[in-house]
């Protein structure tokens, strides 16, 4: 398995293509400005796209989700507590960011599944387990995957906006709660080995025992 990120558009969104050796791909959080990068790589990789996962529905994560999955002619995956803003993004955002929204109009991909908690996702030969993990939204999920490595089998989780390098997400848009974000830490992040990797939508990857120690947000949980 194979993955490659970068960031996209004014908010520095991570959009990670996920691939596996026979070029089955899966693209997460296509971002503002992130659909001609995406088509370039898949293409000079000569990928298949399967899907477009998506960790949560906030604006940054979602702008060009429509685009790259209906170019694809794949589904986009997202929960359904936060699937109202693939047309609606407005609904989850700020006033002042709202006001950004003008003149731009937002539409559903042509085909849209919701994940739940505990689903397990399938493409070509790469399987995802999901997690609801809401707080920084209320529809947040986790995808975790397995990775193998010259030193075993490792554990990658792309968490979106819930577990940074040294943070956590905010919880102060429209369905946000801090409280509840920290208990989703604590239960679906937490309870994995150290050395699990954490691919985060902004900022540099982690893992699980940096976090546990080095993270002033964590402390007591």
């Known amino acids: 398995m194979r993955i490659v990120g970068f960031p996209a558009g004014m908010f520095q969104t991570n959009c990670y293509i996920v691939s596996d050796d026979a070029g089955d791909c899966v693209i997460v959080d296509p971002g503002q400005d992130s659909e001609e990068l995406v088509r370039r790589q898949v293409s000079e990789a000569g990928l298949r796209p399967r899907a477009v996962l998506l960790t949560h529905g906030h604006l940054d994560h979602i702008w060009n989700a429509q685009q790259v999955a209906d170019h694809y002619r794949v589904p986009a995956y997202i929960h359904p507590d936060d699937r109202e803003m693939l047309s609606e993004p407005a609904k989850a955002l700020s006033l002042d960011l709202a ?5 731009h109009t937002f539409v559903e ?11 397990r996702l399938t493409f070509g030969t790469m399987t995802f387990d999901v997690d609801h993990v809401p707080g920084h939204s209320v529809g947040s999920v986790s995808f975790r995957t397995t990775v193998e490595t010259e030193e075993g089998p490792r554990e990658v989780v792309i968490g979106g906006d819930v577990l940074f390098q040294d943070g956590v997400g905010r919880s102060d848009l429209p369905g946000g709660d801090h409280e509840v974000l920290l208990q989703s830490i604590a239960k679906k992040f937490l309870v994995l080995d150290d050395d699990a990797v954490v691919l985060p939508g902004h900022g540099p990857s982690t893992t699980i025992g940096r976090e546990r120690r080095a993270n002033p947000f964590l402390r007591g949980l």
């Open 99 to 103: 006001a950004m929204l003008k003149g």
């Open 109 to 119: 991909p042509a085909e849209v599944v919701e994940v739940f908690d505990g689903d």
